[in-house]
């Protein structure tokens, strides 16, 4: 079965700094994807970055880049100049490739931006 | 583009009562899916819709339910609700028929709270 591990339940950063979020999973399959989606208080689920794990290059979108590993098993998140909006709840999520639209979350790692 | 919305945003409810909670999917998306998402947790999958019929299901047990109608809204029924059942549910839309690079969008949610 699947897995999903967030090892940070939480993390803090000064504001404008960078941080790091760590994420590892565990699958037998070939396919597949993986997320990062942002939980602020609001309690909607928003979607940061997401990577194909046939794609070799890390996903960036602005001030979020991935560190992906595929032998590691690894997927870490790079926020860069920390800003106080991006305070929230960070999952990381997998889903194997296909129409299916199961998504294996972790338990997640709490973000404070300290200004 | 109308985004996803559920309602009602926050329930309480007697053990043992049945509850109904809805979902209108994001304006074009043919395909929802469920999460129970407890405190301190990762969401976990219900199950997912697609064309009015149920196509994959996680490990909840039958008294968990739902619909998919024509215009693609969604409800999540649960009967005998028991305390552990107090969590937030989750809504979400895609498209399918683009394989798992169709994003999911997420509702802001329903709080349940069972006494």
């Known amino acids: 079965a699947q897995t999903v591990t967030q090892s940070q339940p939480e993390m803090s950063v000064q504001e404008a700094e960078t941080v790091t979020l760590s994420c590892t999973y565990d699958?037998?399959?070939?396919?597949?994807?993986l997320f990062w989606y942002k939980q602020p208080p609001s309690r909607q689920m928003i979607l940061v970055i997401r990577?194909?794990?046939?794609k070799q290059q890390n996903a960036t979108e602005n001030r979020f880049s991935v560190n992906f590993q595929k032998a590691a098993k690894s997927f870490s998140l790079k926020i860069s100049d920390s800003q106080l909006g991006d305070a929230a709840m960070y999952f990381c999520?997998?889903?194997?490739?296909?129409?299916?639209?199961?998504?294996?979350w972790g338990l997640g790692t709490s973000l404070a931006v300290n200004p | 583009e109308t985004g996803v919305t559920q309602s009602p945003t926050h329930l309480i409810k007697t053990r043992g009562q049945q509850v109904t909670l809805r979902c209108s999917s994001q304006?074009?998306?043919?395909?929802v899916s469920w999460y129970q998402q407890a405190l301190g947790q990762g969401p976990q999958f219900i199950f997912q819709?697609?064309?009015?019929?149920?196509?994959g299901r996680g490990n909840f047990p039958p008294r968990f339910s739902g619909l998919q109608f024509p215009n693609y809204s969604s409800e999540l029924n649960v009967n005998a609700l028991e305390l552990d059942d107090s969590a937030l549910y989750l809504c979400?839309?895609?498209?399918?028929?683009?394989?798992?690079?169709?994003?999911?969008?997420f509702g802001n949610g329903t709080r349940l709270t069972v006494t």
């Open positions: 699958t037998s399959e070939s396919d597949y994807y």
């Open positions: 819709y697609y064309r009015e019929e149920e196509n």
């Open positions: 990577q194909e794990a046939y």
């Open positions: 999520a997998y889903i194997r490739a296909g129409n299916n639209r199961k998504l294996i």
């Open positions: 304006s074009g998306h043919n395909t």
């Open positions: 979400a839309s895609s498209l399918a028929g683009t394989g798992s690079n169709s994003p999911l969008h």
